[in-house]
C-alpha cells in the first residue's frame, strides 16, 4: 500500500509536468526497499525510462567523484586537508588564492565565487578549452575573503580537478575509475570525454537519459554533458561531467555508509571520510557533502543531523542516513526539454517525507 503512494505521487509529478521521467531507489539496512522507473528518458524518440537507465548527475559529481578521490590522496598522504593551493599549483604561489587549503575548497569556503559563464570565451578560443577554463581559474576574482563564508562553488571544484590530476599525472576519470569505482564492482558511473570515440557512449547510448533541448547548440543532450563550463572544457571536470545509474550510485552509497560507521569497507578509509563529514563553524556543507538545511531542506523533514548527501542541476540526487542506514536515490530528467521548470524544488521534500512515512 505505501509502495503504491509512492508510485501514484512519482506518476502524478509527470502529469503536472515537474520532469518526464524519473527512477526511485530506496534501501534500509543497505537493502533495497523500493526501486521502479517512471516516464519517459525521452520525450522526442519517446525512449522510456529504465531502473538501469543513465543519467548525467550534474553536481553529483562533487561528492561522489572528486570529493572520493581527495580522500583516496589524503589515505594515500599524498596530500593533507590543511595544504595550501600555492603548494601543490606553481601558477597560484605568489597569487591572492595561495593561501587557500583543499579543505576549504572542498567545504566551500575558498572566497571562490558560485558561477561564472566561462564556456562563452572557451568556445571562441584558439587555446586548449581546459587550459583556457584553468587560466579563468587563476585570474578569476575572490569574491570573499578566504575562509571567512560559506558560498556554494562550481569553481572550486575545478580547481581540485586540477589538484588531483596535478598529484597523480592522471585524468581525474581514469583516477576515480581505477581507485574507487572498479574495485567495487561499479562499471556504470563514468566520465564521457567530449569529441573522441567514447567506448561508453556507444556501449550505453540506449540508456543515457535525454536532458535539454540546448539553446546554443542547437539539440537536445544526450550523452554530452548539460553543464555549459564542463561541455566546453571537454567533458570532464570536478563539478560536474559524471554519468551513471541508480543501482551504481547504490553500490557507492553503501561503502560511504560503511565508512561513516566505521564498518568494513572496500576502498574508503573510514577515519579520513568522517573526517570529510565533520561540520565546521555550523556551515550546512561538508567536505564535498550537503546536509540537511535547518529549515525547508531538499531532504525533507526527517533525515537525521548526521546525514550527508547532494542535489545535481539536471534533476539528480542522494541522501544517506547513518543513524538508521536509510538510502534513498532519486535520478529525474527535470531539465528536459527546458532548464527553466523548477517545480521539482517543492517536489524532493515532499517524496523523501512521504518515502519515510510509508517504508522507514
Known sequence: MGKDKI????????????????????AVNQ?????????????????????DSIFDLASLTKPLATALAVLKLVEKRQVFLDQKIGSILEEFKTSDKADITIDMLLRHTSGFPAHREYFKKIITTAKLPRQ??????VHEPLENRVNTCQVYSDLGFMLIAWIIETITCQRLDH???????????????????????NEKLKKYRQKIVATQQCPWRKRV?????????AWAAGGIEGHAGL???????????????????NKKTIVLAPDIIKSFVLK???????????TPSKENSSSGRYFSKSSIGHLGFTGTSFWIDPEISKIIIFLSNRVHP?????GIKKFRPQLHDLIHAQLI
Open 31 to 51: 537493502k533495497i526497499v523500493f526501486f521502479e522507473a517512471y516516464g519517459m528518458a525521452d520525450l522526442f524518440n519517446k525512449r522510456k525510462m529504465r531502473k
Open 132 to 137: 583556457c577554463l584553468r587560466d579563468f581559474l
Open 175 to 197: 583516477f576515480v575509475s581505477e581507485q574507487i569505482y572498479r574495485p567495487l564492482g561499479i562499471d556504470d558511473l563514468f566520465f564521457i570525454k567530449l569529441n573522441q570515440h
Open 221 to 229: 543532450l544526450a550523452g554530452e554533458v548539460d553543464d555549459d563550463n
Open 338 to 342: 527546458l532548464r527553466s521548470n523548477e
Open 243 to 261: 554519468f551513471g545509474s541508480a543501482g551504481s550510485i547504490y553500490k557507492l552509497c553503501c561503502e560511504i555508509l560503511n565508512a561513516v560507521q
Open 7 to 26: 508510485s501514484k505521487l512519482m506518476e502524478q509529478a509527470i502529469l503536472k509536468g515537474i520532469f518526464p521521467g524519473a527512477v526511485l531507489l530506496c
Open 280 to 290: 565546521k563553524n555550523k556551515h550546512d556543507m561538508v567536505a564535498g557533502f550537503d
